[in-house]
């Protein structure tokens, strides 16, 4: 009797033709996050990974498996042969590990047999293991609509029984799907956008922009941090860290004081876009949740919209905040996202911005701007930041 851990797909199940290489990146990602702790091998066997490991690293695997996008459910598994016998002693041994650990009353054993050959079907090697545990464990009752345990046994090349179910987050393996140069500012937001693409397989970038020295630096490390907690996530992150100060005080001698907010979005997208097109990215992404505040009202993002040629994906959209706040708080990055620091925006706040702004209106305000050399100098001199 060997442990192992084997790791559920989810989505990627579905794949046809290209599966094969949503795995294979699947694979290559859980590489990364496990090497330093050690393991023997990984190997695929129909429709499942499995990792050999020394058992006392599990937690700590689990721990980090968690995070990788594409993976549904994480079990610590005793593998055996394709024999009744085995599976018999594995499964009195799981269960009895299962009692160690917590209390139970009562289970249910879910079989699945992907190996047709193996002449035992599902519902009776179910039965017949249940019968068991019921002889060995005089204390446990089958439930078989809302069991305190199930006990699985995965009939395939090998057998494999388990107890647990670790969720993971789902998705798509990152690197699957392009990339994103995600706008990241102090927020609650914008994390969260940038973890629900990344979350679909969009390798992420970042680009922040602040107002120093009216902002502070305290301010600059808190976006650092939140980068930080999002590349546990997402890997290895290229921040773009720009100024802003400049334009804005651009906008606020020559332009309406409120069409400050939707003018420096505009900036804001804009100088995103070259980024993005100098560094191969395919897609911007915002935290704007339509209605959220005045900037958000779908007038106004149809403006901010226009300063683009490239997809603006705003994975938030549709979300109330009570529900972005859960994910920031599941994420990890709510605590941070709450510290008090100011953000660029705060610097030249109309009192009343324009809540349905006109894309003529903008455009002609634009006109007393140099817009072009405006944006060259905001680039040239931006730094870059390389969040591991
Ligand atoms: P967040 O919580 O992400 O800051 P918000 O609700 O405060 O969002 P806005 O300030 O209107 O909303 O910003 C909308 C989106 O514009 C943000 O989610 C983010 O993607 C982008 N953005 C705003 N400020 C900045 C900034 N300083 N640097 C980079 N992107 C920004
Ligand atoms: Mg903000």
Redesign the pocket.
């Known amino acids: 009797m060997e442990k192992v851990l084997s790791v559920s797909l989810g989505e990627i199940a579905l794949k046809g033709l290209n599966r094969k290489y949503f795995e294979d990146q699947l694979i290559k990602n859980m590489r990364r996050v496990i090497k330093d702790i050690g393991f023997e091998k990984i190997y695929k066997e129909q429709g499942k990974i499995y990792i050999e490991a020394e058992e006392h690293n599990f937690p700590k695997m689990i721990n980090r498996l968690k995070k990788v996008f594409g993976l549904v459910y994480i079990s610590p598994c005793i593998r055996i042969e394709k024999d009744e016998e085995q599976i018999k002693e594995a499964s009195i041994a799981a269960i009895r590990e299962k009692i160690d650990k917590e209390k139970i009353n009562t289970f249910k054993v879910d079989t699945n047999r992907a190996d047709k050959n193996f002449p035992i079907k599902s519902p009776e090697l179910s039965r017949q293991i249940g019968g068991l545990i019921l002889q060995n464990f005089k204390e446990l009752e089958v439930d078989v609509h809302n069991p305190d345990t199930f006990l699985y046994i995965d009939i395939k090349q090998n057998a494999y029984i388990y107890t647990e179910k670790v969720k993971g987050y789902g998705g798509l393996p990152l690197g699957t799907n392009g990339k994103g140069l995600l706008?990241?500012?102090?927020?609650?937001?914008?994390p969260v956008?940038g973890f629900l693409m990344a979350k679909r397989g969009l390798e992420i970038s970042a680009?922040?922009?602040?107002s120093y020295p009216f902002t502070s630096e305290r301010a600059e490390e808190k976006v650092k941090d939140l980068a930080r907690i999002l590349s546990r996530y997402v890997g290895r992150i290229k921040m773009y860290s720009v100024n802003l100060l400049d334009i804005q005080k651009e906008i606020n001698n020559k332009c309406k004081e409120n069409e400050m907010t939707i003018l420096s979005?505009r900036f804001?997208m804009k100088i995103a876009g070259r980024i993005a097109e100098k560094e191969g990215i395919n897609a911007l992404i915002?935290?704007?949740s339509l209605g959220?505040?005045a900037?958000?009202t779908v007038e106004g993002i149809s403006v901010t919209n226009r300063a683009v040629d490239i997809p603006v994906l705003r994975p938030l959209i549709g979300l109330d905040k009570v529900d972005i706040i859960d994910i920031a708080r599941d994420i990890e990055t709510f605590e941070t996202?709450i510290l008090p620091f100011e953000?660029?925006?705060t610097v030249f706040l109309p009192k009343h911005p324009v809540t349905k702004p006109k894309i003529e209106d903008i455009l002609k305000s634009e006109e007393a701007l140099d817009v072009e050399s405006l944006i060259n100098n905001a680039i040239e001199n931006m730094e870059l930041i390389i969040i591991e």
Do not use: F, K, N, P
């Open positions: 706008l990241l500012s102090g927020g609650i937001d914008s956008a680009v922040h922009y602040h979005r804001m915002t935290g704007e959220q505040v900037s958000q996202s953000d660029c925006c």
